[in-house]
T-cell receptor
Framework: AQTVTQSQPEMSVQEAETVTLSCTYD???????LFWYKQPPSRQMILVIR??????QNATENRFSVNFQKAAKSFSLKISDSQLGDAAMYFC???????????FGSGTKLNVKP | ETGVTQTPRHLVMGMTNKKSLKCEQH?????MYWYKQSAKKPLELMFV???????ENNSVPSRFSPECPNSSHLFLHLHTLQPEDSALYLC???????????????FGPGTRLTVL
């Protein structure tokens, strides 16, 4: 079974600075999807960014970008110009191309200091 | 809001009680999911419904019983739960292709369940 590992249980960043959250995964598949989800305190989990494994170009959504290293099975999230509203739990997730299953990491709690 | 609602938002129940969690999605999706979220653990996928048919059951104890009467509604019936079942239960939905493969999930706010 696929596994997703987030090795940083908690991180802090100063407002307006840049922070990178790490995610690694284990799979034998060649095609799959990767996601970063954000879960603010007491609020719904929402999609931040997604990446198709067959695309070499790293996905970008405004201040959020990923560094996808397929060979290393690494999928880190970079948040630029951090804002107070970015404080949340961030979950890395993997979905198989062929199977209707999602695998989530244990999450990284991001604190943003004013 | 993402168009997925869950009720109730909080539930406290005894081990002998029977209760149900409800999820409704307003996104026109045809796949729905139940997850269990415990502190400092990865989300655990419990059940998956594609086109109202259950396609996954990840070895969930029988004290959890899902029901999907249509593609917009999903229930999780609870009975004789244990204290270790206390967690946040999340519902999600997505759009599945005819081959059953889905893409991005949209989550509800969750039901915080406490079993005494």
């Amino acid at each position: 079974a696929q596994t997703v590992t987030q090795s940083q249980p908690e991180m802090s960043v100063q407002e307006a600075e840049t922070v990178t959250l790490s995610c690694t995964y284990d799979t034998s598949e060649s095609d799959y999807y990767l996601f970063w989800y954000k879960q603010p305190p007491s609020r719904q989990m929402i999609l931040v960014i997604r990446q198709e494994a067959y695309k070499q170009q790293n996905a970008t959504e405004n201040r959020f970008s990923v560094n996808f290293q397929k060979a290393a099975k690494s999928f880190s999230l970079k948040i630029s110009d951090s804002q107070l509203g970015d404080a949340a739990m961030y979950f890395c997730a993997y979905r198989s191309q062929s199977f209707n299953k999602f695998y989530f990491g244990s999450g990284t709690k991001l604190n943003v200091k004013p | 809001e993402t168009g997925v609602t869950q009720t109730p938002r909080h539930l406290v129940m005894g081990m002998t009680n029977k209760k149900s969690l409800k999820c409704e999605q307003h996104l026109g999706h045809n796949a729905m999911y139940w997850y269990k979220q415990s502190a400092k653990k990865p989300l655990e996928l419990m059940f998956v419904y594609n086109f109202k048919e259950q396609t996954e059951n990840n070895s969930v104890p029988s004290r959890f019983s899902p029901e999907c009467p249509n593609s917009s509604h999903l229930f999780l019936h609870l009975h004789t739960l244990q204290p270790e079942d206390s967690a946040l239960y999340l519902c999600a939905s997505s759009q599945a292709s005819s081959g059953g493969v889905t893409d991005t999930q949209y989550f509800g706010p969750g039901t915080r369940l406490t079993v005494l």
